[in-house]
C-alpha cells in the first residue's frame, strides 16, 4: 500500500472546479483553514497562495498518493512549487506555493466564495 499525505486544495482543484478531477479518486477530508498567514491572489483563471501575509485561506483537505502528487506537480508546472501549509488546528498539509508580485489579493481567502462574486 502506498503512503498517502494530505493535500491543501484552495482553488482549482476543489471541489466544483475544473481540476477537481486531477485528483482522481483522493478521499475528500474535510473543509478546513489555514492560519491566517498567507495571502490568496486572483490570476484570472486560477488562483495563488503565497507565504507571508494575514489571510486565512479557505482549503480541501484530502488524502493523496506521492503519484498523484507527482501528477499534480506535472500539472502546476515551474511556477508552484509543493510546501507544508499550516492548518488552523494546528496540523500541517502539503499545497502549492506561488509566489506571484502584482496580482489581485483576494481578501476572503475563498476562492470559491471568490469566483461567485466575480
Not at 5 to 17: D, E, I, K, N
Not at 23 to 47: I, K
Not at 103 to 108: H, T
Amino acid at each position: 500500500m502506498e503512503a498517502e499525505q494530505l493535500l491543501f486544495a484552495y482553488g482549482s482543484l476543489r471541489r466544483g472546479q475544473p481540476y477537481h478531477h486531477l485528483l482522481g479518486n483522493s478521499p475528500f477530508v474535510r473543509l478546513t483553514h489555514s492560519v491566517a498567514q498567507y495571502t490568496l491572489s486572483d490570476l484570472g483563471e486560477y488562483p495563488a497562495l503565497s507565504c507571508g501575509g494575514d489571510t486565512a485561506i479557505t482549503g480541501e483537505l484530502y488524502r493523496v498518493t506521492e503519484q498523484t502528487l507527482l501528477s499534480l506537480d506535472r500539472y502546476e508546472g515551474r511556477e508552484y512549487h509543493r510546501q507544508q501549509i499550516d492548518l488552523q488546528d494546528g496540523t500541517t498539509a502539503v499545497g502549492y506555493v506561488c509566489e506571484l508580485p502584482q496580482a489581485p489579493r483576494i481578501a476572503s481567502g475563498d476562492w470559491v466564495d471568490h469566483l461567485n462574486k466575480r
